[in-house]
């Protein structure tokens, strides 16, 4: 199944999920290991790879939260108390909100460094909304990597409360992401 049903995540969801999940924290990881090498020549290159897939990472998050909008959410299990509920709900739009700001923070660090990281692949012009400005540069570093780590603790409590569903409450809400398949019963 393409779409979501009320009971399942389609195959479209599941995609983007598993796309952007391996892409997020290879994100992290590969930042991380950037800012920890000796300085060498070919940094730039590096940093200017990091942030063209920080700009793909965008593109696709916002189609994830419009293919979202537009399809249905599976239902968590009916036994799900409320604060389960709100619970989850929080999470995910934490989620997506610090993937977003610090992708923000990233591309506004972009345009604030010199030279700034808008060859995007060597193909086309990424626009710039910050203007070069090395103290701003700075900050923004700072910031983006501050909420990466933030992005990271969501991630944690992501993957604890998927081990939660699957081997505490055994209901089948990991395998709706994994394989597609609706909740049974």
């Given at each position: ?44 290159f ?7 897939i ?10 994830r939260?419009?293919?979202r ?5 599976p ?12 619970a ?29 990281y ?18 701003a ?17 969501l ?12 081997f ?18």
């Open positions: 199944m393409i779409r979501n049903t009320n009971a399942g995540w389609g195959n479209v969801a599941r995609w983007l999920h598993w796309i952007l999940a391996l892409a997020i924290i290879g994100m992290i990881a590969f930042g991380w290991w950037m800012n920890h090498i000796p300085a060498r020549p070919d940094r730039f590096y940093r200017s790879i990091h942030a063209d920080g700009y793909v990472i965008l593109l696709l998050t916002v189609l939260l419009v293919w909008t537009v399809n249905p959410t239902a968590l299990p009916a036994d799900s108390r409320p604060w389960q509920k709100l989850a709900r929080i999470s995910h739009g934490a989620l997506y909100l610090v993937v977003i700001v610090v992708i923000m923070l990233g591309w506004a660090h972009s345009g604030a460094h010199i030279p700034d808008s060859d995007f692949f060597g193909l086309v012009h990424v626009p710039q909304f910050t203007s070069p400005d090395r103290a540069a700075g900050a923004y570093e700072d910031r983006h990597i501050f909420f990466a780590y933030v992005l990271l603790a991630i944690a409590v992501h993957l604890i409360a998927a081990l939660w569903h699957q505490i409450r055994r209901d089948r809400v990991v395998a709706r992401m994994v394989t597609g398949e609706a909740e049974a019963g």
